[in-house]
């Protein structure tokens, strides 16, 4: 899947998951708006009806007369009432008994469904003549009932005024603000809508945009793109994914680097392998060849030296497969070493007089002991090929003097082998412990038998890593060269370095 097409099917899957999210909270809070505003509109409709029944009393008592005790109610009062409720109106004695029931005018009540045939139940008495009830729900008579005591003009009840039940007064009451609430919600649903869409997209769009470019950016990469990063703004978790993308790029660049440099060091290896030992074969053909001839002439001293010959040719093909096979140990995934208290004093001493014999006249080697010698957890015998090959390195190349000094770099061995020859350039100190890098010039560079298998350092480097530590070589062009090695965690806290 491309970034473009990977960047639109997130985006509206955003798009839709906000905009329902949005839209049921908008339901949510519209919900409970509504039933407040019922609630709030019932309330306020109750107290309109207790008003106009006690405005539809008042009237009743001033318009009527009392006529044996009773209330004489004229018909065109009774018919004024028709247009007072969309209810049935009953006025009662004050026995309870039904004197009249009106009807409501259907013309007078268009918004709802006036009831023009039913009959008013009467509550108890004592509902009757408490005072004014408004009781719009079912508890007291089903569909609820309205109920004012009326009065004589001293003041004595002769009757009472009832309405019932008030389903379609409290729909006459709520039919404008339904009304306006119908409205209100569908403007509301429309504008919640379109700021969801707007809210939703432009969300949307602030998260998936940094994403699509980040697919964008890793879908160059996988193309071969090693050098393409995203740009990181900010500290959020989107920075952090690209963040992680960019360090991803970074390994595989460097990765990359690394088989191409390790496939063209399999090349060179592959090309010095071959050139070492076919050089040497060579030789040691010859060499008997001659001695077969010198032999046959009678020429036996000859021939002797010439056998001589051969065998110096063995030993260096010798030596040559000895040190690939210990890189090949020494590089070996969980290789095991030997790991026993070893003097380092001792390993100077050995490193020292191992190379005595190759050390070129005029060049000294100076030992800079410290106050006293600490002892290295490692393996004797690696540890002592380590310094020999760095210490032949130094005298090979040495004008007059190599040093070995050594000191502390915190709670860890630094075992410094200096020495003052022609120095190597900047590149070649980054090449210099690879297998079979001698160098590039005739500073840098011997030949013949005493040039050894090219192996030295990178088994060097091998054996440091092995125990844990590092080496490293600091060289000046005309000034010299110095080979670091790191070990940690000496035996002997109290040791100093002069």
């Not at 009807?103 to 009540?109: M, N, V, Y």
């Not at 010095?272 to 060579?282: W, Y």
């Not at 090949?328 to 070893?342: F, H, I, M, T």
């Not at 190759?358 to 310094?387: A, H, K």
Request: glycine share 8%; charged share 20%.
């Amino acid at each position: 899947m491309s970034a473009r097409s990977l960047g639109n099917t997130l985006f509206w899957r955003i798009v839709a998951i906000l905009v329902i999210a949005e839209l049921t909270v908008a339901a949510v809070a519209i919900g409970l708006t509504v039933r407040f505003a019922t609630e709030r509109s019932r309330e306020l409709a109750v107290t309109s009806i207790e008003s106009r029944l006690d405005a539809v009393a008042e009237e009743i008592e001033r318009r009527s007369s009392i006529q044996d005790g009773r209330l004489h109610v004229a018909g065109a009062l009774l018919a004024d009432l028709a247009l007072r409720f969309p209810d049935p109106v009953a006025i009662l004695d004050l026995d309870g008994e039904v004197r009249h029931v009106i009807h409501a005018d259907p013309t007078a009540f268009p918004e709802v469904r006036v009831d023009t045939t039913g009959t008013p139940e009467v509550p108890d008495a004592q509902a009757l003549f408490s005072g004014l009830v408004v009781d719009a729900t079912d508890n007291g008579l089903p569909g609820g009932y309205a109920v004012a005591p009326l009065y004589d003009a001293v003041g004595f009840p002769v009757g009472a005024l009832l309405v019932q039940p008030l389903r379609q007064s409290m729909a006459w009451e709520l039919s404008g603000a339904n009304q306006a609430a119908r409205e209100s919600l569908r403007l509301v649903a429309v504008l919640a809508v379109i700021l969801a869409l707007l809210t939703g997209g432009g969300v949307t769009w602030w998260l998936v945009a940094p994403l699509r470019r980040i697919a964008t950016r890793v879908s160059e990469i996988g193309k071969g793109d090693y050098g393409v990063r995203v740009d990181v703004q900010g500290t959020h978790e989107i920075a952090l994914v690209a963040t992680a993308v960019n360090r991803m790029a970074d390994d595989i660049q460097r990765n990359i680097t690394a088989m191409q440099s390790a496939h063209q060091l399999r090349q060179e290896l592959v090309a010095n392998v071959g050139h070492d030992l076919r050089t040497p074969l060579a030789a040691v053909q010859a060499w008997l060849e001659e001695a077969v001839r010198f032999e046959a002439e009678g020429r036996h001293a000859d021939a002797s030296m010439a056998v001589e010959g051969a065998e110096r040719q063995v030993r260096r093909i010798r030596s040559l497969v000895d040190d690939l096979f210990e890189l090949a140990v020494l590089e070996q995934s969980g290789s095991r070493l030997v790991s026993e208290p070893v003097p380092l004093g001792e390993l100077v001493s050995d490193a020292v007089e191992t190379v005595a014999v190759r050390t070129p006249d005029g060049v000294r080697v100076v030992i800079r002991p410290p106050e006293v010698w600490p002892m290295v957890q490692g393996d004797g015998s690696r540890l002592l090929r380590m310094l020999t090959n760095v210490l032949s390195n130094a005298v090979a190349f040495a004008r007059t003097s190599v040093q070995i000094a050594v000191g502390t770099d915190e709670h860890a061995l630094v075992i410094t082998i200096r020495d003052d020859g022609p120095g190597l350039a900047p590149d070649e100190v980054e090449r210099v412990f690879d297998r079979y890098y001698r160098g590039t010039d005739a500073r840098t560079r011997k030949s013949g038998t005493d040039a050894g298998t090219g192996l030295g350092l990178a088994i060097a480097r091998a054996v440091a890593e092995a125990h844990g530590g590092r080496i490293w070589m600091e060289s000046v062009p005309g000034e010299g060269t110095a080979v670091h090695i790191r070990l940690p965690n000496p035996i002997g806290a109290s040791w100093k370095a002069s």
